[in-house]
C-alpha cells in the first residue's frame, strides 16, 4: 500500500463502505498486483498463457522453476471459483508438472495450494504452486503421525455429513428404526431452510457476532481476513 | 505389495465418499488430525498418467471437501497438496490430493523459505518452462472440446451443484465489506 495519511484512509474506507458489489470486485481487482501482471501492466516472467489462465515465474521461488498458475478472473480462496476453472485450472498444472519433469530434470513436483490466510496464502489472488522437488530440498516438512481412532472417527463423520449435504447426496443410512430417520430428515431441512434469510439481511458487525455464535468461520471471513 | 490407497478401498471403513473414479477419505497417518486425503480410484503412481477428466473431477471434489473441511470442522483455511513422484516426498505410490485443515498458529510449517535466485538462474528455468509452455496452448484447447462430449453423462447432479455455487457466490459478494 503506498503512504497515505490518516484522512484519506478515513475517505476510502467510507468509499468501499458503500460500494456495490460489481464495484467492490473492480476495486480489490485494481489493487491486486497479479490481476496487473494478467493484465500486462507488471512484467512477469510468463511461461504460460490461455483464455482462463497463465502461468508465472514465482520470484521469490522455493525451488529453481515454481510457476504460479493463477486463474484471469480475480477469486481470493478456492471456494469462489466455479468447478470448470479449478478443473482447468488443475489440468493446466499437469501439462506443466509434466514439462517440469521433463526440462528442470527433478525427480518430482509439487502442486501444492494455500487456501486462505491461515493456511499461509500471502496474495489476494488465488493461486496454485507448481514447485519442482527433488528428496531432501526441505521444501515442506510434512511428517505425518498416527491418528487415534476415536479422533479419525469424529473426522469422518463431520467431514462425511458436510460433504454429502454440498454434494445433494442422501445418505444412504441404514434405517434400524423409522422414528430416528424421521429425526435426521428434519434436522436437515431446518439447516436448509432458514439459513439463507439471515445471511442476507444481517450485514457488517452484526453478521460477525452471529457466526462467533455459531461456533463456525464461514468462507467470508476466511476470504476477508485478506483485507 | 498391495497399494495402501487401494488396500483402503478393499477395507471401505475409512472412506467417506467414492464413485467410479474419486474416492475420499481419512487417513490413520496424517500430518494433522482432519486431513482428508482425495484418489483416483484407478490405481496410478503420478499426476502425470491420470487423465484429464479424472483430474478435473479429483480437483473438483478436493474443493468440495476443502469446504466441508471449513464448515465442518472449523478449519480457517487449508492446503491441497499433491507430493507427486519420489522426490517430491510422495510415500504411498498412488496419485492423491491431501487436503490438510489449518487454523492460525497451529504450529504446522508447510511454508517454504523463499529464495532469491539469481537473474540468469531465472532467465534459464523461464526459457526452458517457456519453451515447454508454448506447446501446451493448443493441448489445452482440444481437451475443452473432449469435456463437451463427457460432459452430456452426468448432467443431473451437476446442475444443482452450480446453482449452489452461484448463490455463494452472490452471497459472499454482498457481504464483503
Keep these: 500500500m503506498p503512504d497515505i495519511t490518516d484522512e484519506q484512509r478515513k475517505a476510502l474506507e467510507e468509499k468501499i463502505k458503500h460500494m456495490s458489489p460489481e464495484e467492490l470486485r473492480e476495486f480489490q481487482k485494481q489493487q491486486c498486483i497479479f490481476c496487473q501482471i494478467i493484465a500486462g501492466k507488471v512484467p512477469a516472467k510468463k511461461v504460460y498463457e490461455d483464455e482462463k489462465c497463465i502461468g508465472v515465474l514465482d520470484i521469490n521461488p522455493a525451488a529453481k522453476g515454481h510457476v504460479l498458475i493463477m486463474p484471469k478472473e480475480h477469486y481470493v480462496i478456492m471456494p469462489q471459483i466455479p468447478d470448470k476453472e479449478i478443473g482447468h485450472l488443475f489440468l493446466v498444472s499437469k501439462y506443466l508438472s509434466q514439462a517440469m519433469l521433463k526440462v528442470m530434470k527433478v525427480p518430482g513436483t509439487m502442486v501444492y495450494v494455500a487456501n486462505g490466510l491461515a493456511a499461509g496464502q500471502k496474495a489476494q489472488h488465488f493461486m496454485v504452486h507448481l514447485i519442482p522437488r527433488k528428496e531432501g530440498d526441505g521444501v515442506i516438512d510434512s511428517t505425518e503421525k498416527l491418528l487415534d481412532l476415536p479422533i479419525q472417527r469424529k473426522v469422518h463423520l463431520a467431514v462425511e455429513h458436510r460433504l454429502n449435504q454440498l454434494l445433494g447426496i442422501k445418505k444412504e443410512v441404514v434405517v434400524i428404526d423409522d422414528g430416528k430417520e424421521q429425526e435426521t430428515a428434519a434436522v436437515e431441512k431446518k439447516r436448509d431452510v432458514p439459513e439463507p434469510l439471515p445471511q442476507d439481511e444481517k450485514k457488517g458487525e452484526e453478521e460477525e457476532t452471529e457466526t462467533e455464535k455459531e461456533g463456525g468461520v464461514s468462507l467470508d471471513d476466511i476470504a476477508r481476513l485478506f483485507k | ?177
Excluded at chain 2, 36 to 41: A, G, L, P, S
Excluded at chain 2, 144 to 172: C, F, H, R, T
Design chain 2, 1 to 177: 505389495m498391495t497399494c495402501e490407497y487401494c488396500q483402503l478401498l478393499d477395507q471401505k471403513g475409512s472412506i467417506i465418499y467414492e464413485d467410479a473414479e474419486v474416492v475420499v477419505a481419512v487417513k490413520d497417518t496424517v500430518i494433522t488430525a482432519g486431513q482428508i486425503t482425495v484418489f483416483t480410484k484407478e490405481h496410478f503412481t503420478i499426476l502425470e498418467m491420470v487423465p484429464d477428466s479424472v483430474i478435473q473431477k479429483c480437483c473438483v471434489m478436493s474443493n468440495k471437501v476443502s469446504i466441508a473441511v471449513f464448515e465442518a470442522l472449523g478449519a480457517q483455511g487449508t492446503n491441497i497438496i499433491i507430493n507427486n513422484g519420489l522426490g517430491a516426498g510422495q510415500k504411498v505410490p498412488h496419485v492423491a490430493l491431501e487436503i490438510v485443515p489449518r487454523r492460525e498458529n497451529d504450529g504446522l510449517i508447510l511454508q517454504w523459505q523463499p529464495k532469491q535466485l539469481m537473474e540468469d538462474e531465472m532467465e534459464t528455468a523461464y526459457l526452458l518452462l517457456k519453451a515447454e509452455g508454448d506447446k501446451l496452448v493448443n493441448i489445452g484447447k482440444k481437451q475443452e472440446k473432449k469435456e463437451v462430449v463427457n460432459a452430456q453423462e452426468p448432467v443431473k447432479g451437476k446442475i444443482q451443484d452450480k446453482a449452489g455455487k452461484k448463490n455463494y457466490l452472490m452471497g459472499s459478494l454482498r457481504r464483503m465489506p
